[in-house]
């Protein structure tokens, strides 16, 4: 067991040798893997934490070299989930469901025996009876979480016409878009969006709705995207095509990345020539450091927890709360807000904006109502 453990870093941080209990506190809450009773196909659920209510977060299918691989995945993700649901203030914590396929068994799990899959999958969401609550991610989209949702009632973005808020893009998108305009306040002077150069990395579902919106207001955009057909719409939209490897240093107002995670390292933000970014890529940062560096550089960056919660919010407000359309829009808007009070305490104690938000996160886990 400890030899196997060893394998992964992830595991190695939370394990010393010889010993069988975690030692580290940023071990998850609860971790199962279990296999799947139709495909004995291993599912990896990490609920990193329930301390503010049940824990949300995708289920993620995919090949991986090893499962291991899967399993670090899954407790970072779950991890970045709960505080991305902290810093959105909503009462509920994080997880992460990863199915780790290998070059084999991925064709088999695109084909026929998806439905077993997907099956497997939904009653090892419901024996958490409630603790975990799934949703689409990198391998899953709504069509997949109606047959999870025949197995069990925690899963959100179902199709419409299945009784779920479907694809989470637009409100991903939305919520980035009200982040833009709070940098645009605290950092730009309340400059209008025509009179601003974005650089979008990904022009895939978040990507491309943000760059129509911009476009519509009339903004500059320089675009990247490594499938030429998403590059498609560039015309439309009077954008100038960059090459991938070539636009996060392009010069431009504001970065948003909106493809990978991990891509702001300690050897590009020298090279950077942006006033500041934002955007809904995941884990952007390859480690926390990065944030500081940006802060040294005088870019100004919005933590990617608080700017890529739309998806979550609008699923919980439609599908869970039941909350009408008019007031989504306002949730949706109000991730711009808490940003913007993020940017602001930053720019008031001269602490990176990352580490108001850690702090937030913090006090929120650990506060009046946060639980232990
Ligand atoms: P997507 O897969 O639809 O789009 C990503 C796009 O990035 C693709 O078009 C891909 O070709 C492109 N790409 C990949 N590598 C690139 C590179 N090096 N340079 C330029 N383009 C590259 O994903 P999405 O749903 O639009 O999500 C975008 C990001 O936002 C992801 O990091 C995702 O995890 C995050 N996110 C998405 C949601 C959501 O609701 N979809 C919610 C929260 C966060």
């Known amino acids: 067991m400890t030899m196997t453990c060893l394998a992964s870093p992830v595991l190695a941080r939370l394990y010393a040798p010889g010993e069988d209990v975690p030692l580290d506190t940023d071990a998850p809450q609860s971790l199962r893997i279990e296999r799947g009773a139709r495909t004995a196909q291993p599912v990896i659920i990490s609920l990193d934490s329930t301390h503010r209510g049940p824990a949300l977060g995708g289920c993620r299918v ?7 691989d899967g399993l670090e ?27 780790a396929l290998s070059s084999d068994t991925a064709a088999r799990y ?21 603790r975990y609550i799934t949703g689409p991610d990198v391998g899953t989209a709504p069509d997949d979480m109606a047959v999870i949702g025949q197995h069990t009632r925690h899963v959100l973005c179902r199709p419409t016409s299945a009784g779920g808020s479907g694809d989470s893009s637009a409100p991903t998108a939305a919520g980035v878009l009200a982040c833009i305009t709070a940098v645009r306040e605290r950092v730009f002077g309340g400059r209008p969006a025509r009179e ?20 519509r207001q009339g903004a500059s955009l320089l675009v990247a995207d490594t499938e030429p057909a998403r590059l498609r719409p560039a015309g439309r939209w009077h954008a100038r095509v960059v090459a991938a490897e070539r636009l996060l240093t392009s010069e431009a107002d504001i970065l948003v990345p909106a493809a990978l995670g991990g891509i702001l390292t300690p050897q590009v933000v020298p090279a950077l020539r942006c006033r500041a970014i934002a955007g809904p890529a995941n884990n952007q940062l390859s480690d926390d450091s990065v944030a500081d560096s940006l802060h040294a550089h005088g870019i100004i960056w919005a933590p990617d927890p608080a700017v890529s919660a739309g ?16 007031e989504v829009r306002k949730l949706l808007a109000a991730i711009g807000d808490r940003l ?11 602490r990176p904006p990352s580490h108001v938000a850690r702090q937030r996160i913090r006090e929120r886990l650990t506060g009046p109502g946060g639980g232990s």
Do not use: C, N
Not at 110 to 130: M, P
Not at 311 to 326: F, L, M, N, S
């Open 110 to 130: 695109a084909g026929v025996r998806r439905g077993d899959l997907l099956a497997d999958i939904g009653e090892i969401v419901s024996s958490f009876d409630g």
């Open 196 to 215: 601003l150069t974005f650089a979008i990395q990904g022009l895939g579902h978040v990507g491309r709705l943000i760059a129509d919106d911009l476009a």
């Open 311 to 326: 998806g979550i919010v609008g699923a919980v407000a439609r599908e869970i709360d039941r909350v009408p359309e008019p």
């Open 73 to 99: 995945d899954a407790l970072r993700l779950s991890a970045a989930m709960t505080a991305k649901a902290a810093l959105a203030d909503l009462p509920y914590g994080g997880g992460k469901s990863v199915i």
């Open 340 to 350: 913007g009070t993020i940017l602001d305490e930053s720019a008031r104690s001269g």
């Open 62 to 68: 995919k090949p991986y070299a090893s499962w291991l």
